[in-house]
T-cell receptor, first 112, second 114 residues
Framework: AQSVTQLGSHVSVSEGALVLLRCNYS??????LFWYVQYPNQGLQLLLK??????LVKGINGFEAEFKKSETSFHLTKPSAHMSDAAEYFC??????????FGTGTSLTVIP | DTGVSQNPRHKITKRGQNVTFRCDPI?????LYWYRQTLGQGPEFLTY????????KSRLLSDRFSAERPKGSFSTLEIQRTEQGDSAMYLC????????????FGSGTRLTVV
C-alpha cells in the first residue's frame, strides 16, 4: 500500500526564516511524489512534483524538495519565508491505481 | 480556459435531504476525479471517470453516493439522505494524462449538513 506521512501538523516560522515541511512516503514501487498548497476555501495548487528525473525538484514561489530514496523522504523547503506562504501544505503520492494518496497536511504560519 | 469549475461553492442542507454537486473540467481533459476532504485531513479519493466511464470507486463511496459523467464532459456527485458525517469539502479534479501529472483541482464545494 502507498501512503505519505507528514510530520508536524502545524509549523510556525518567522518571516525570512527557512521553511522545512517534512514528508515521508511508503511505496512498494518507485513513487511519483507531489507537494500541493491550499489556501483557505480554495482548491489545491501544485507546487512541485518528482517523477523519477532529478532528485532535487524546484517548484513555484521559491519552493524546492529533495527526493531521498534511502530515507524515503521528500521534504519541502524554502530558504526565506514570506507572509504569503501561510497556507496548508499537502504531500501526496500518485498511486498506480490512478489516484493520489495525500498526507494529513501541515499548516504553515508565518510570523511577521 | 477557466480551469476546473465547481458549483455550488457552499451548500448547507438538513440531515436527510439529497444534494447534488456539479463539476465542469478543463474541456480537453478526459479524466475526472472526485475527492472528499474533511476538516484537518488530506483529500481522500472517491471515484474517477475516463470519458463517460466510471472506472474506479473507493469504498468511501457508500450506496448513498452516486456520480455520473453522462457525456464525458461535466460530472455530478449526488448524496442521498445526507448525514452529518457527510459534511466536508468535495473536490473535483481533471487531467489529460496518467501518473498524476497535469492534474488540475477545482475550488471545491463545501457541504455542511445540519
Amino acid at each position: 500500500a502507498q501512503s505519505v506521512t507528514q510530520l508536524g501538523s502545524h509549523v510556525s516560522v518567522s518571516e525570512g526564516a527557512l521553511v522545512l515541511l517534512r514528508c515521508n512516503y511508503s511505496s512498494s514501487v518507485p513513487p511519483y511524489l507531489f507537494w500541493y498548497v491550499q489556501y483557505p476555501n480554495q482548491g489545491l495548487q501544485l507546487l512541485l512534483k518528482y517523477t523519477s528525473a532529478a532528485t532535487l525538484v524546484k517548484g513555484i514561489n521559491g519552493f524546492e524538495a529533495e527526493f531521498k530514496k534511502s530515507e524515503t523522504s521528500f521534504h519541502l523547503t524554502k530558504p526565506s519565508a514570506h507572509m504569503s506562504d501561510a497556507a496548508e501544505y499537502f504531500c501526496a503520492v500518485w498511486s498506480t491505481g490512478n489516484q493520489f494518496y495525500f498526507g494529513t497536511g501541515t499548516s504553515l504560519t508565518v510570523i511577521p | 480556459d477557466t480551469g476546473v469549475s465547481q458549483n455550488p461553492r457552499h451548500k448547507i442542507t438538513k440531515r436527510g435531504q439529497n444534494v447534488t454537486f456539479r463539476c465542469d473540467p478543463i474541456s480537453e481533459h478526459n479524466r475526472l476525479y472526485w475527492y472528499r476532504q474533511t476538516l484537518g485531513q488530506g483529500p481522500e479519493f472517491l471515484t474517477y471517470f475516463q470519458n463517460e466511464a466510471q472506472l474506479e470507486k473507493s469504498r468511501l463511496l457508500s450506496d448513498r453516493f452516486s456520480a455520473e459523467r453522462p457525456k464525458g464532459s461535466f460530472s455530478t456527485l449526488e448524496i442521498q439522505r445526507t448525514e452529518q458525517g457527510d459534511s466536508a469539502m468535495y473536490l473535483c479534479a481533471s487531467s489529460l494524462v496518467l501518473q498524476g501529472d497535469g492534474y488540475t483541482f477545482g475550488s471545491g464545494t463545501r457541504l455542511t449538513v445540519v
